[in-house]
C-alpha cells in the first residue's frame, strides 16, 4: 500500500509557472506508475499526466498538457513532481496524484488528497 500526499499548489498569474509535488510513503515507491489527475469546479476528474515505475523513463500527456507540463520522478526522495509552465486560467483546478503499482493502465489504486491551483491575475 501506498500513501500520497501532495503540495505546491496556489494562486498563479497567467503565464506563470508552479511545481507540484507528489510525495509518498512506502519502501517500494519506485514500483508504482504515478499519474496526475485534477478536477475543476463542476467538471469530472481528467487525466494530466503520467510516468511509469521504476526509471521513469515512459511518460504519458494529455494533449493539453504537452508542452507545457513535465511530469518526473525522483525515486530516492519517493517524489513525483509536475512542472507546469505557461499557466492558463482553465488550468485551474484541484490537482491530485495517484498510484498504480507496476505498469501505468489509467486506472489507479490509490489517490492523494488533491492540491488546489488557481490562475488569476
Known amino acids: 500500500q501506498v500513501q500520497l500526499v501532495e503540495s505546491g499548489g496556489g494562486l498563479v498569474q497567467p503565464g506563470g509557472s508552479l511545481r507540484l509535488s507528489c510525495a509518498a510513503s512506502?519502501?517500494?515507491?519506485?514500483?508504482?506508475?504515478i499519474g496526475w489527475f485534477r478536477q475543476a469546479v463542476g467538471k469530472e476528474r481528467e487525466f494530466v499526466a503520467a510516468?511509469?515505475?521504476?526509471?521513469?523513463?515512459?511518460?504519458y500527456y494529455s494533449d493539453f498538457a504537452k508542452g507545457r507540463f513535465t511530469i518526473s520522478r525522483d525515486n530516492a526522495r519517493n517524489t513525483v513532481y509536475l512542472q507546469m509552465n505557461n499557466l492558463k486560467p482553465q488550468d485551474t483546478a484541484v490537482y491530485y496524484c495517484?498510484?498504480?503499482?507496476?505498469?501505468?493502465?489509467?486506472?489507479?489504486?490509490?489517490w492523494g488528497q488533491g492540491t488546489q491551483v488557481t490562475v488569476s491575475s
Open positions: 510516468i511509469g515505475s521504476f526509471t521513469g523513463l515512459t511518460t
Open positions: 512506502g519502501r517500494i515507491f519506485s514500483s508504482y506508475s
Open positions: 495517484s498510484a498504480i503499482l507496476g505498469r501505468w493502465q489509467g486506472k489507479p489504486d490509490y
